[in-house]
């Protein structure tokens, strides 16, 4: 047996060192792998580029180049990532990272597509050369932060927008930690004690409030820190000011902070210095007092005085009775009297022919004069009526009422011949018996006022009657009816009469007012008191225009319902 022996163990150590070092390759490969994909799609903005010259990034994962819009970061740099505002600021924290050998910064960087910008924590690693131990490469991971900077610049304006408030409201501020017990006071709340110092204590702040209200003060302030109260604390005391020892009123309000067990962490709240408000305050109250003792005083004269109104109304009422009583008297026991002088003066007349002339003159005249006696005494029972009494009113068709004046006044028609042209006309709202009575005397006065040629025979009178729809604003100045209507029905009755003067037009409506002796023209002087009236009770006016020889225009306004 021939055996021969080798040493092998140099060879077989580098085998199994050569399958090591495999190994180890591959577990390297695998991590690199590893952590390559975690980088490739994990959300953060990572960057892996050299620091000098400023080249290309040597790696950027897919969440990066989406973020930036950036299809590849060829012919790319750590710049062109950053937000054009915000690159001068990158630049300029650079040599301190360099020094530092890393540092972490808020900054924004953009899409280049959208051209919109994003805020990022940026975190940056400085990785130094082994062989020369200088900065050599720059690695940065960076998380997305713009929901939370928004977030952030949300709460600083909110924050400046309530200082604003507090100042443009004139209110201080203070705070107190429940556990050290201080007390922190703002500039304004301090000034409105008049302390100069930067701060003050709670009991310093309670020295200041005038004896009688310090305890009551106190009491609310801590039973507010209690657990079984909401927190709330609201106050309001008088303080002296520390340097013009003046009195001035403070309203305070605060909230406690509890911790989860419960207990009071802080109090704060605010303090406005009221003093002026309150003063104003108590003004108006004494000044409500002053004047609701003066309305009691008025409405004691007013009681009085309606005590009064209301006694006169009852005179007022007795007198309208009496007013009425007269009527019926002047209708009836004052028109028979008068009835028995016109029969018996007729019959004397008749009976006795061999009266002498002159016996007859009288009877005549006495006669006549009964006649106008009772037509006055009739007139005055109309106008009366007119006046007391609330006639019923209801839609009159004035084209047939007219129509019923004429046939009522066919005698005095026929006789002077009269013409008439009526045209169209409204329906009213009234009494159809003072309606009638109105357009009786109106013509009634067109026919008996007519004029004469020169033989002396009477002109045949020509009467127009018609209306018209015209707007309140359109009425004549001197024409302002006492009601309010929009629209106003103008009712016109002319003739060809003898007219009038126009400086007559406020006489011609009064009681008992002739232009014209009784020689000339009957009548009682009563009866264009009667029209106007009428008018009046209508809510409108009448007026006139005319001109001696040529004629008269009576214009009645009534309102249309």
């Known amino acids: 047996m021939i055996a021969v022996t080798v040493e092998v163990t140099e060879n077989v150590m580098s085998d199994l060192a050569t399958q090591k070092s495999q190994t180890a390759l591959r ?8 952590k390559t994909a975690v980088l490739d799609y994990c959300e953060l903005i990572i960057g892996i580029s050299y620091l000098e010259p400023m080249p290309e990034p040597l790696y950027n994962n897919q969440y990066t180049l989406q973020k930036l819009g950036w299809q590849h970061n060829k012919g790319r740099t750590l710049i062109d990532a950053v937000y054009p505002e915000d690159r001068e600021f990158v630049l300029g924290v650079l040599p301190e990272i360099f020094a530092q050998k890393g540092g972490s910064h808020e900054i924004r960087l953009w899409n280049e597509v959208t051209e919109e910008p994003f805020w990022v924590q940026w975190n940056v690693m400085v990785i130094d050369n082994p062989q020369t131990g200088l900065p050599a490469i720059l690695a940065t991971v960076s998380p997305d932060i713009t929901e939370r900077k928004e977030q952030q610049l949300l709460m600083q304006q909110q924050q400046q927008s309530l200082l604003n408030a507090i100042e443009v409201a004139q209110l201080g501020t203070w705070s107190m930690d429940i556990a050290t017990q201080k ?28 004896e009688g209200e310090r305890q009551g003060l106190a009491d609310a ?19 002296r000011h520390a340097i013009t020892n003046q009195l001035h009123i403070i309203h305070s309000k605060g909230q406690t902070i509890y911790d989860t067990s419960g207990n009071a962490v802080s109090i704060s709240g605010i303090a406005q210095d009221v ?24 409405n004691k004269e007013l009681a009085i005085g309606n005590q009064k109104l209301q006694y006169a109304n009852l005179l007022l009422s007795r007198s309208n009775e009496d007013l009425n009583r007269f009527a019926y008297v002047a209708s009836h026991d004052l028109q028979e009297p008068l009835r028995k002088i016109q029969q018996f003066g007729s019959r004397l007349n008749t009976e006795y022919e061999a009266a002498s002339p002159k016996a007859k003159d009288y009877l005549q005249r006495m006669i006549a004069a009964v006649e106008r006696m009772s037509n006055l005494i009739s007139d005055l029972l109309t106008f009366s009526r007119i006046s007391t009494n609330d006639a019923p009113t209801q839609s009159v068709s004035l084209h047939l009422l007219i129509q019923q004046v004429l046939i009522e006044l066919d005698v005095q028609i026929t006789e002077a011949n009269a013409v008439f042209e009526i045209g169209s006309l409204p329906e009213l709202e ?16 067109a026919i008996k006022f007519r004029k004469t040629d020169d033989a002396g ?25 006492s009601g309010k209507a ?9 003739d060809n009469g003898i007219g009038f003067n126009e400086i007559y037009l406020d006489r011609i409506f009064q009681v008992f007012q002739r232009l014209h002796g009784r020689s000339e023209y009957s ?39």
Do not use: W
């Open 457 to 481: 025979a009477f002109i045949p009178p020509t009467i127009k009657i018609y209306a018209n729809k015209i707007a309140s604003a359109d009425l004549p100045v001197l024409t302002q009816p």
């Open 430 to 445: 009234g009494n159809p018996t003072h309606l009638g009575q109105l357009f009786q005397n109106l013509i009634s006065n």
């Open 221 to 239: 302030f801590f039973y507010a820190l209690h657990s079984e109260s909401d927190g709330k604390f609201e106050a309001e005391y008088t303080i």
């Open 486 to 494: 929009s629209y106003y029905h103008q009712i016109n009755v002319s």
């Open 523 to 561: 009548g009682t002087g009563i009866g264009l008191a009667i029209c106007e009236r009428i008018v009046t009770s209508l809510g409108g006016v009448i007026t006139a225009s005319s001109v001696p020889g040529a004629g008269a225009t009576f214009q009645i306004y009534i309102p249309q319902t």
């Open 275 to 298: 003093t002026v408000l309150r003063n104003q305050q108590q003004t108006l109250e004494s000044l409500v007092e002053r004047r609701t003792q003066e309305l009691d005083a008025t």
């Open 27 to 34: 577990e390297a490969e695998m991590d690199n792998q590893i």
């Open 183 to 210: 007390t922190t006071f703002s500039r304004r709340h301090l000034d409105m004690f008049g302390v100069s110092a930067q701060e003050m204590s709670l009991t310093q702040a309670i020295g200041h409030v005038i």
